[in-house]
């Protein structure tokens, strides 16, 4: 079975604190993807990565960065927290190959207060 | 740009009702497309592809075709069960990312 393991389910934190998001995969994947969703407005691309220390950004990547050390690790960074970034955030993985389909983590719901 | 537009929800059904889920994209090329499925308290699931035009993907009584003409991918099942509640999420990908609809939520009732 395939992991992508988000390091935590449920995350408070206040604004101005920065905040790390872990995602860890079991599968040797190259492409990695970080995606918000909000009721409504379904999943929002944020960044992605198809390989180490490579990074692309999605459709709303201000207010966050992102950070691939290694090939299983893909970690999201919101610099200074602000309450409009209290989402569920959601990392996937994919294998290299066009037209695949996204395994997911089960997210982390973040609270900003 | 690609984009997908899905039916609004909520979707509140009987058990053995049909279902149909409109989905609708704009893409450039030749996408492949997708319905994920996010059960709750659940990630999200892929439920059934297609990755060229005329395709049907199928998969647990629910089926979906790939039709171009009307860039379409609508998502159906004759007859729906309590365990079918859950948010549905068409998507369409060009190269190594997709891009998803805003999910519809269905509720089946007993």
């Known amino acids: 079975d395939v992991k992508v393991t988000q390091s935590s389910r449920y995350l408070v934190k206040r604004t101005g604190e920065k905040v790390f998001l872990e995602c860890v995969q079991d599968m040797d994947h190259e492409n990695m993807f970080w995606y918000r969703q909000d009721p409504g407005l379904g999943l929002r691309l944020i960044y992605f990565s198809y390989d180490v220390k490579m990074k692309e950004k999605g459709d709303i990547p201000e207010g966050y960065s992102v950070s691939r050390e290694k090939k299983e690790r893909f970690s999201l960074i919101l610099e200074s927290a602000s309450t409009n970034q209290t989402s569920m955030y959601l990392c996937?993985?994919?294998?290299?190959?066009?037209?695949?389909?996204?395994?997911f983590g089960s997210g982390t719901q973040l609270s900003v207060l | 740009g690609n984009s997908v537009t899905q039916m609004e929800g909520p979707v509140t059904l009987s058990e053995e009702a049909f279902l149909t889920i409109n989905c609708t994209y704009t893409?450039?090329?030749?996408?492949?497309l997708f319905w994920y499925v996010q059960y709750p308290g659940e990630g999200l699931q892929l439920l059934l592809k297609a990755t060229k035009a005329d395709d049907k993907g199928s998969n647990k009584g629910f089926e979906a075709t790939y039709r171009k003409e009307t860039t379409s991918f609508h998502l159906e099942k004759g007859s729906v069960q309590v365990s079918d509640s859950a948010v549905y999420f068409c998507?369409?990908?060009?190269?190594?990312?997709?891009?998803f609809g805003a999910g519809t939520t269905v509720t089946v009732r007993a």
């Open positions: 893409a450039t090329g030749y996408p492949s």
């Open positions: 996937a993985i994919s294998p290299p190959k066009r037209g695949e389909k996204l395994f």
């Open positions: 998507a369409l990908s060009g190269d190594y990312k997709l891009s």
